[in-house]
């Protein structure tokens, strides 16, 4: 009876544990707004633990919970019980609200888009493995954050350099001076390796250099027997590759850099007169002077990529991705130059004095010179509707979005008002383009000078407020470009971030900045050229470095968990109290700035396609104000996500074309330059 009783509790278990396993799953729709979607599962049979492998990046292996989900978009999710069964089961959260709609309809043209810009060539014909591994545990005192305030010496080592550790072996004991010994232990199994002495300071808050370096809170590191990749909650490797973008934009400026004989450089100085005004001839054809098309092409670029961009690149890739940032931004330069040379030799003038100039134009009458008609009238449309969505989203409701939430942020009491917050911002920005090119010349003209003067300013401010910094902060940036650690994806790593954020933010390669200075007033395309060069300089070598720099000297570069333009307000912050408020409403018109130049952009792309008559132009610029109204009022995720990628993409009809008319750029600088040492251009007369 004893046995009897013994074999059907047997038997029970097993009838229990055998039970298939069953998932089943509830969707939430939270809320109108985007992006809040949550499915939670049901497990039963089969045997526990379980794992849930989410196609959500973002849900970690072990949670039945996935929320912050895309409406109307299928997920996938892998159930695995502990004795390896698996049931896979697909849920999507229902779409309700508009946006929600807009939203998951967009977000699989974002992946296809992305799917392209971001490909990895090299990873994709087995050059490297893209996958970011780590060999080595990084071990720092404990609960560490860039706002300690303490100071931690390393009081005993209790396992030797080079010995062999297991996860939770006790391996060293520190002192701090707010809560005395320490014991600390193991995080990883491997070989551990000592980084500092016996007696030695760790870490101390008051010691800026250890403020500043990265990584100075490490002590210790446990070397991997085999070096492990990196993964994101769900499981999935970390991939860290080289964005087929960001090669087409370097190379192209490499290569333009090159061809034009180091232009950037040697040409600086001639740039600088022009801008002044001392080759301004008032009788040249064209709208505006050579000033008030820098002033609206920088207006274009200059923008919220200098200030939360900047701080993600830095974030990521640490200190170190100032220095390849500003490489990028000088070889940008010579792209700058052949683009807006371009722009302004094929440009066309109508009789009531409007100028149509930029990519459309050059890609198409410039290749038709060369019997590529129907090639170059295909690169041209491609170009022009990239332009017009470009426009509308990344150029228009990204910067009325993002300078809301800046602001509502700081003043609180405009939080719930964005409908009325976009109408305010639609007429002042319908007061400037309704008047075409002169007007929003005027006002670039007038409002880059000085916002960019407060920011440079304030920035510089506060390095000087920190100049005891200067000998740590471009240690950490040298050393951080040539020799970072793995956490950063090596010097591949942050050399990528670096180029990514410099091309991103200024445009170089794009071929929106032609539009604008197609219309300066000038006999001599190559004249427009040098002025443009300067475009690349002010946005990424001085603005976007300056930010970087602000971060750096203020240790902010070492903060995780947050990013972007709340990064750079905390760093401006942490020296100058109520700058934030500043920053919020240079945020502003950093947007407001950009927003009127790329309405002129997505206007010129417009009557390419639609024709050139006024009519046509104020069917544009109406749609442009609706569109303001709805980036400030509506939350739109994907869809502004999507027409970000098109600036991007504007590149490659672009620089397909400046290849192919390379070498007439460099035939017109050539006898451009031949008349610059004849004093043959005309140049105002120096008053005694």
Known sequence: MKYFLILMSCMALTLGYSQDLTVTGKTYNVSKDINNGVIELTVKGGVEPYTYKWSNQSTPLTSKRAQGLVEGIPYSVVVTDAAGNSVTKEFEIKAESITEIFNGTMTPAVSALGSVLFWDPFAAIGIYDPIAYADTKLIGVPDWSNETQDRF??????????????????????????????????????????????????????????????????????????????VHPNGDPIIKGIPFIVIWLVLGALFFTLRMGFINIRGFRHSIDLAKGKYDDPDAPGQVTHFQALATAVSGTVGLGNIAGVAVAVSLGGAGATFWMIVCGLLGMSSKFVECTLGVKYRDILPDGRVFGGPMNYLRYGLEKRNMKGFGKALAGVFAVLAIGASFGGGNMFQANQSFEQLAGQFPSLAGNGFWFGVVTAILVGVVIIGGINSIAKVTGKVVPIMASIYIVAALAVIIMNIQNIGPAFTAIFEGAFNP????????????????????????????????????????PPSEGFVALLEPFIDTVVVCTLTALVLIFTGMHEVEGMAGAQLTSDAFGSQITWFPYVLAVAVFLFAFSTMISWSYYGMRAWTYLFGKSKRSEMIYKMLFLIFVVVGASVSLGAVLDFSDMMILAMSFPNIIGLYIMSGEVKADLNSYLQKLRSNQLFKKATVK
Request: no cysteine; charged share 25%; hydrophobic share 40%.
């Open 485 to 524: 650690s793995a956490l950063k994806g090596g010097i591949l790593g942050v050399l990528v971030v670096g180029f990514q954020r410099a091309a991103f933010s200024n445009e170089a390669g794009v071929g929106s900045a032609a539009i604008a200075h197609s219309t300066a007033k000038t006999n001599n």
């Open 153 to 230: 010496v390393l009081k005993k080592w209790l396992k030797g350099d080079g010995q062999n550790v297991l996860v939770g072996d006790d391996i060293a004991v520190i002192t701090s001076d707010k809560d005395g010994d320490i014991t600390i232990k193991a995080t990883a199994k491997g070989k551990l390796i000592h980084k500092t002495a016996e007696g030695k300071v760790i870490y101390n808050s008051e010691n800026q250099e250890h403020v500043i370096e990265q990584g100075a809170h490490y002590f210790a590191e446990v070397k991997y027997d085999e070096p492990i990749a990196m």
